[in-house]
């Protein structure tokens, strides 16, 4: 059975720092990109970042460049996102999601049950 | 960057009805679009992709349409476990996937 399962979220004050995790199991982590998405409180649906498999090629969305990093450890079936100079506006439920390609097809398959965080003095 | 316009913003109707939800993209991007039901303090799911293949598993009262700028999602048979708000998310301008603003549905 596949699983992702998010970690690391919690309360933080504005420029601060927090680094999420998210577990996968049930498939080969390797083989998969692996994305960020968020969703703030009652809000929708909003793309952060992605990693292509070996960790070598990285996007963020305009929102976020140049304050978080996605990363990732193949070895330990773990994807990350570093967060630091966090806003208020960050304030959100932070999901993990495979990435499925089939030619020029993409959609994401797996999702993990999110953690919040929350940036708040 | 590509934006994705969905209509309605909510909606609501009764059990066995037939439910439309349109997501319009601000440039063609040829049936490059998924859907996705997420239901409340759930992750989203997969219901569409490639504008109107069913992912396997779902029930064939959810189908989908378009191609260019213009797409549809209907739920022929609307049923209380629908109950869901349901997103629109483009993949023409890799590597972003941007997310339609969401169209949630409830029952009459």
């Known amino acids: 059975e596949v699983q992702l399962v998010e970690s690391g979220g919690g309360l933080v004050q504005p420029g601060g720092s927090l680094r999420l995790s998210c577990a996968a199991s049930g498939f080969t982590f390797s083989s998969y990109w692996m994305h960020w998405v968020r969703q703030a409180p009652g809000k929708g649906l909003v793309w952060v970042s992605r990693?292509?498999?070996?960790?070598?090629?990285?996007s963020y969305a305009d929102s976020v460049k140049g304050r978080f990093t996605i990363s990732r450890d193949n070895a330990k079936n773990t994807l990350y996102l570093q967060m630091n100079s966090l806003r208020a506006e960050d304030t959100a439920v932070y999901y993990c999601a495979t990435e499925r390609k089939l030619w020029s097809t993409r959609y994401f398959d797996y999702w993990g049950q999110g953690t919040l965080v929350t940036v708040s003095s | 960057d590509i934006q994705m316009t969905q209509s309605p913003s909510s909606l609501s109707a009764s059990v066995g009805d037939r439910v439309t939800i349109t997501c319009q993209a601000s440039q063609d991007i040829s049936n490059y679009l998924n859907w996705y039901q997420q239901k409340p303090g759930k992750a989203p799911k997969l219901l569409i992709y490639?504008?109107?293949n069913l992912e396997t598993g779902v029930p064939s009262r959810f189908s989908g349409s378009g191609s260019g700028t213009d797409f549809t999602f209907t739920i022929s048979s609307l049923q209380p476990e629908d109950i869901a708000t349901y997103y629109c998310?483009?993949?023409?301008?890799?590597?972003?996937?941007?997310f339609g603003g969401g169209t949630k549905v409830e029952i009459k």
């Open positions: 998310q483009q993949y023409d301008n890799l590597p972003s996937f941007t």
């Open positions: 990693i292509n498999s070996d960790g070598s090629s990285t």
């Open positions: 490639d504008a109107s």
